[in-house]
């Protein structure tokens, strides 16, 4: 039996504009949009003063399958996702085994296809080991090939602190690069400096004079450098500082850039003062900053 659901006079927020209109819902799926008679066998539900979003896409997810399933599965998140109304993901690839080969990363879409509630996609992995081998593939098939993670495997996994690796990458890729940005080498310096003085025992608010906004910005701007040189696509992952916001382009349109980047909730919401009060529970990679 089809069941239905009519959702009246609802505010629909979509491409920029809010439309008053009605919509439809069989079997759960949205079966028409407009002025729609209120059909004997629907639940009706008045949407005046409600609205009606698309779902989100969240671009950068760890979803921990597999190989680390004890914290979650591709079930569980994308169960918790779409509760949120995150309809969409991407799922990066410092899963175990880090995903680094395209036996790997097909596995992982074998996977979600079978256990998750929302639609999914997956960055191939890509650091000094595999480059060679991934540039052999045809990369533009790939959704994009991302570095983010892999860093917690071994250390030198990070694309910002190989500049030869990173200028072969921007000139022969072509797909999406998706970076975390920071440099290694100016961290691990700082966590250096930081060890002397404290031991094992650092405090939680010198986590972001570790992570320094001059590790972010010298990554960042590093590999906006190669992307124009090279016209390639870039995105930079959960940018956290106000620096580097001023290195990225605003006088034209979305759908015209090659390089974009986001930020996340944290990043935004909380500042380096909330250390004090907080501790490490607020311990993120890029860290929280002024």
Same mark, same amino acid.
């Given at each position: 039996?089809?069941?239905?659901?009519?959702?009246?006079?609802?505010?629909?927020?979509?491409?920029?504009?809010?439309?008053?209109?009605?919509?439809?819902?069989?079997?759960?799926?949205?079966?028409?949009?407009?002025?729609?008679?209120?059909?004997?066998?629907? *639940?009706? @539900?008045?949407? #005046?003063?409600?609205?009606?979003?698309?779902?989100?896409?969240?671009?950068?997810?760890? $979803? =921990? &399958?597999?190989?680390?399933?004890?914290?979650?599965?591709?079930?569980?998140?994308?169960?918790?996702?779409?509760?949120?109304?995150?309809?969409?993901?991407?799922?990066?690839?410092?899963?175990?085994?880090?995903?680094?080969?395209?036996?790997?990363?097909?596995?992982?879409?074998?996977?979600?296809?079978?256990?998750?509630?929302?639609?999914?996609?997956?960055?191939?992995?890509?650091?000094?080991?595999?480059?060679?081998?991934?540039?052999?593939?045809?990369?533009?098939?790939?959704?994009?090939?991302?570095?983010?993670?892999?860093?917690?495997?071994?250390?030198?996994?990070?694309?910002?602190?190989?500049?030869?690796?990173?200028?072969?990458?921007?000139?022969?890729? *072509?797909? @999406?690069?998706? #970076?975390?940005?920071?440099?290694?080498?100016?961290?691990?310096?700082?966590?250096?400096? $930081? =060890? &002397?003085?404290?031991?094992?025992?650092?405090?939680?608010?010198?986590?972001?004079?570790?992570?320094?906004?001059?590790?972010?910005?010298?990554?960042?701007?590093?590999?906006?450098?190669?992307?124009?040189?090279?016209?390639?696509?870039?995105?930079?992952?959960?940018?956290?500082?106000?620096?580097?916001?001023?290195?990225?382009?605003?006088?034209?349109?979305?759908?015209?850039?090659?390089?974009?980047?986001?930020?996340?909730?944290?990043?935004?919401?909380?500042?380096?003062?909330?250390?004090?009060?907080?501790?490490?529970?607020?311990?993120?990679?890029?860290?929280?900053?002024?």
């Amino acid at each position: 039996m089809t069941k239905k659901t009519l959702l009246k006079n609802i505010g629909i927020v979509n491409e920029g504009s809010v439309i008053k209109a009605d919509i439809l819902i069989e079997n759960g799926l949205i079966a028409k949009i407009g002025h729609i008679e209120s059909p004997n066998d629907a *639940k009706i @539900i008045d949407g #005046i003063g409600k609205y009606v979003l698309p779902g989100i896409i969240d671009g950068q997810v760890h $979803f =921990r &399958e597999p190989g680390l399933t004890h914290k979650g599965d591709l079930y569980s998140e994308s169960k918790a996702a779409v509760a949120g109304g995150v309809t969409s993901f991407i799922d990066m690839p410092n899963t175990v085994p880090n995903v680094l080969s395209v036996d790997i990363l097909e596995e992982k879409y074998r996977l979600a296809s079978e256990k998750s509630l929302a639609n999914f996609g997956f960055f191939m992995g890509v650091n000094g080991d595999n480059l060679d081998e991934v540039l052999k593939l045809d990369t533009s098939k790939f959704l994009a090939v991302s570095d983010d993670g892999l860093y917690f495997t071994k250390k030198g996994n990070l694309l910002a602190d190989n500049p030869q690796t990173l200028e072969k990458l921007f000139a022969n890729c *072509k797909s @999406i690069i998706a #970076i975390h940005s920071e440099k290694e080498q100016i961290v691990e310096e700082n966590e250096n400096l $930081f =060890r &002397e003085k404290y031991g094992e025992a650092v405090p939680a608010e010198c986590h972001p004079l570790i992570r320094s906004e001059k590790a972010c910005y010298e990554a960042t701007k590093q590999a906006i450098d190669l992307a124009n040189k090279y016209k390639a696509k870039l995105h930079i992952l959960h940018l956290s500082t106000e620096a580097e916001t001023h290195l990225f382009r605003n006088d034209i349109p979305l759908e015209e850039k090659n390089i974009t980047t986001e930020v996340s909730v944290h990043h935004l919401w909380f500042s380096d003062e909330d250390y004090a009060r907080l501790g490490i529970l607020i311990k993120w990679n890029p860290a929280i900053k002024t």
